[in-house]
């Protein structure tokens, strides 16, 4: 196993094309402006970093994520949020008063968070709490790594593409509840954002665009759109650049959303319980809303 020492880190690939666990931190403890500056770095270079064994309060997760920039209220998807903590964005399968979750299917096709908003989140935390005895595992993959390895011919193609990013595409949008779906729609209008996007403290280009929100290059008919966004997003999601990361609980994971994509897989028994909780950190504005053609 390769590992090596960084300051006061040790950390640990997790994959080929990217990744890193950093061993040794706490996040009940207060962390030095050396160690988040460090902690930064890592994340900004592996697009995703893993923290093991963190015992932590809400009151923790929302301390630590404050220290990368200002967290999202999810104002956008209130439905989704802590009842007492906005900050935080629950993901849970376990019924409330006997009905289903409102979060029970969330994440399951391939995104960067929030990327149909105008200030797409630089990256954001999630704390694994509950989890079934088997599966609920979340894949992610390199959209910087998948950038690289395009044509330098493909690279000239895209540059300065516009992809249309509409939430309300996502098919489980038609198996959710229809006032829940109004509320959404209205506080959602497609975004245009730039397919191609240099991540703003790497400098590096990376992909920016989903599995199923993204149907739509501007100025392009979707028939003229589809097949190109299609063969993209294949092209991102090629076990090549891809990571699979098996939960235990108390891991947490930052990805960042600029040059990362995940995909929460329903891997695990009907029933099953699984409850999570992420921090989502904003970004730099980006974009505008779409209005067609
Ligand atoms: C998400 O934030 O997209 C959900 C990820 C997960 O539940 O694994």
Known sequence: MHRENTHA?????????????????????????????????????????????????????????????????????????????????????????????????????????????????????????????????????????????????????????????????VENMKRRDPALVAQLREANPPIAQPLVRTHAETGKKCLYLSEQMTRRIVGMHEKESAPLMRMLFEHCVDPLYTYRHKWAKNDIIMWDNRSTMHLALADFDAGAHRYCMRTTILGKPSGYVWKGQ
């Open 9 to 169: 880190l040790q950390t640990r690939r997790l994959s080929h094309a990217f990744g890193i666990e950093i061993e040794g931190l706490d996040l009940r403890e207060a962390q030095s402006d050396a160690t988040i500056a460090e902690v930064r770095r890592l994340w900004n270079e592996n697009g995703i970093v893993l923290l093991r064994g963190q015992q932590i309060t809400p009151g923790h997760l929302i301390a630590f994520s404050r220290r990368f920039g200002e967290l999202d209220l999810h104002e956008t998807l209130k439905a989704f949020r802590h009842p007492d903590h906005p900050e935080l964005f629950v993901l849970s399968t376990i019924p409330v008063e006997g009905k289903p979750s409102v979060s029970e299917n969330v994440g399951r096709h391939w995104h960067s968070d929030m990327s149909y908003t105008l200030c797409p989140p630089l990256g954001s935390i999630f704390h694994a709490q509950i989890l079934p005895d088997v599966g609920g595992d979340t894949m992610f993959c390199s959209t910087q790594a998948a950038y690289d390895a395009l044509s330098p011919k493909m690279k000239q193609v895209i540059e300065g593409l516009e992809a249309v990013h509409n939430y309300m595409d």
